[in-house]
């Protein structure tokens, strides 16, 4: 059963601590992205890898970090350094220039 | 810097009754204009992608069309299933897609 796999589908955590998304995809894609959608408003990009062992910042980086060691696999970290990090987070993958999918996301409670 | 400009931000129509949505764009070298659909609470799902001015693609009730500065996503006889938030993105390069803040279509029976 083709597919990406995010978990967990809710996450609720206490402000001041580090926090790890997973993302897991066997579409055998190349790229993957992390997205971040806040209420009423779009996608904005958080990072992307285009390949094992390399990713690049996107428009929102500040506060997050992530990992590329495995083609199936790209863990988003979301640091005590990010200021609101409340959000519905979406990972994606996708070939080229061509369309993304995504996964069913993760809603990230911080209090 | 490339910027993606969805209209009307809401649209509430009823059953049967035909519309447009627009997507407004700016982007150095467009590689790909795409448009998604969003159910609450999930990730998008892909409905179509459209690489140059003058192309059209369909799906069911779904038509999209492009020209060199937005694209329409023209709904007819929209039913309440179609009711979802309706995404565009463009590609500019290196993979990497701006995304509008969506057009969410509400249909009423």
């Known amino acids: 059963d083709g597919g990406i796999t995010q978990s967990p589908k809710y996450l609720f955590r206490k402000e001041g601590q580090n926090v790890t998304l997973s993302c897991e995809q066997n579409?055998?894609?190349?790229?993957m992205y992390w997205y971040r959608q806040d209420p009423g408003q779009g996608l904005r990009l958080i990072y992307y890898?285009?390949?094992?062992?390399?990713?690049q910042k996107g428009d929102i980086a500040e506060g997050y970090s992530v990992s590329r060691e495995k083609k199936e696999s790209f863990p988003l970290t979301v640091t005590s350094a990010q200021k609101n990090p409340t959000a519905f987070y979406l990972c994606a993958t996708g070939e080229g220039n061509y369309e993304q999918y995504f996964g069913p996301g993760t809603r990230l409670t911080v209090t | 810097e490339d910027q993606v400009t969805q209209s009307p931000e809401a649209l509430r129509l009823q059953e049967g009754e035909s519309s447009s949505l627009n997507c407004s764009y700016t982007v150095s070298g467009l590689r790909g204009l795409f448009w998604y659909r969003q159910d609450p609470g999930k990730g998008p799902e892909f409905l179509f992608t459209?690489?140059?001015a003058g192309e059209e693609k369909e799906k069911e009730r779904l038509k999209a069309t492009l020209t060199k500065k937005e694209s329409f996503l023209h709904i007819t006889a929209p039913k309440p299933e179609d009711s979802a938030t309706y995404l565009c993105?463009?590609?500019?390069?290196?993979?990497?897609?701006?995304f509008g803040d969506g057009t969410t279509l509400t249909v009423k029976p």
């Open positions: 993105a463009v590609q500019a390069g290196a993979g990497k897609s701006t």
């Open positions: 459209l690489y140059s």
């Open positions: 890898s285009q390949i094992v062992n390399d990713f």
């Open positions: 579409l055998n894609h190349d790229a």
